[in-house]
């Protein structure tokens, strides 16, 4: 079946560590999204990419990094610059970068502080 | 820039009853409008969706949307509710039509607890 997947399911940081999520469709989608999300918050945007070796920051970039090597891969880099990285992270993609396309949800990554 | 409302951030219904979560936007001309429901530790699950045309726009699970331009509201219905139906439900804004970026904007979601 094709989908998101979206590892691990919960992952721990230290203090002062850099913790990389990983997110693979095989949607054969040509854009991808990192979310988080806080409760009461909804979804704010981290970054995305509407193609390979391409990205842009979305409206919370700051202590984040990304790389988009290959169509399928999305992987989202939780930098020590993040202070308070406690939040449920959502990976997602759509088959294009029009603004009418559906998005397509991984099952997310809960990341906590030790 | 675009933004999403839902007015409502908890609401309890009896199973069987009826259901409606509200969604006003924010947006100058005709928006690309969705309604997506999440699971607890899930990720989201497109509900419906409304581009154009026909402003009672019909999903799955049952569920219902209306268009509602003068009113800027894309409430979300469903005639009986059932208990899983329990879950939290997000309306979202797509951006501008004239833009090639498929960003969504996200209202703050309303979760939605089914009393047996």
């Known amino acids: 079946d094709g989908g998101i997947t979206q590892s691990p399911k919960y992952l721990f940081r230290k203090e002062g560590q850099n913790v990389t999520l990983s997110c693979e469709q095989n949607?054969?989608?040509?854009?991808m999204y990192w979310y988080r999300q806080d409760p009461g918050q909804g979804l704010r945007l981290i970054y995305y990419s509407q193609i390979v070796n391409d990205f842009q920051k979305g409206d919370i970039a700051e202590g984040y990094s990304v790389s988009r090597e290959k169509k399928e891969s999305f992987p989202l880099t939780v930098t020590s610059a993040q202070k308070n990285p406690t939040a449920f992270y959502l990976c997602?993609?759509?088959?294009?970068?029009?603004?009418?396309?559906?998005?397509?949800f991984g099952d997310g990554t809960r990341l906590s502080i030790l | 820039a675009q933004s999403v409302t839902q007015p409502d951030i908890h609401i309890t219904v009896s199973e069987g009853a009826s259901l409606e979560l509200r969604c006003n936007y924010s947006?100058?001309?005709?928006?690309?409008l969705f309604w997506y429901v999440q699971s607890p530790g899930q990720g989201l699950q497109l509900l419906l969706k409304?581009?154009?045309?026909?402003?009672l726009v019909q999903g799955i699970k049952g569920f219902e949307a209306e268009f509602k331009r003068s009113q800027s509201s894309f409430n979300l219905r469903k005639p009986s509710v059932h208990w899983s139906d329990a879950a939290e439900y997000f309306c979202a804004v797509g951006g501008d039509r004239g833009s090639t970026l498929g960003r969504l904007y996200f209202g703050r979601g309303t979760q939605l607890t089914v009393w047996p």
């Open positions: 947006y100058g001309a005709t928006p690309y």
């Open positions: 997602a993609s759509s088959i294009s970068t029009g603004n009418n396309q559906p998005q397509h």
């Open positions: 409304y581009f154009s045309g026909d402003t």
């Open positions: 949607l054969n989608h040509d854009a």
